[in-house]
């Protein structure tokens, strides 16, 4: 199981339209074909104040093949939607994880 992360920095007066963006638009389209699923959106806490917003939102994948095709064929598409839309408002970086099992006996 792979674990897809997009991590975005939001800069706070374009905070309400993304966070409605990515409601409404980003996770309804992404998971749309069923390739990615569970979405979920996270705001990642700072100990220190900071300009913006960090967001996390994360889907699940069957594995990297399948995330690969989503990319290739629906996630750039989203992507250049945001970058066109918001522009330098929004900045963001992806990271994969693959899930492990919690049992000690391996």
């Keep these: 199981m792979i674990i897809y992360n997009i991590t975005f920095h939001v800069e706070n007066e374009a905070l309400t339209k993304y966070l409605r963006y990515l409601k409404t638009t980003y996770i309804p389209k992404a998971t749309k074909s069923a390739l990615l699923y569970e979405p979920c959106l996270r705001k990642i806490l700072h100990d220190v104040p900071a300009e913006g917003t960090n967001l996390a939102v994360q889907f699940r994948a ?3 093949d399948t995330l690969n095709y989503w990319l290739e064929k629906e996630g750039r598409f989203l992507h250049e939607d945001i970058a066109e839309r ?21």
């Design 86 to 106: 918001f522009g330098s408002k929004v900045a963001g970086f992806s990271t994969l994880m693959e899930e492990m099992d919690l049992n000690c006996e391996e």
């Design 62 to 64: 069957k594995d990297v």
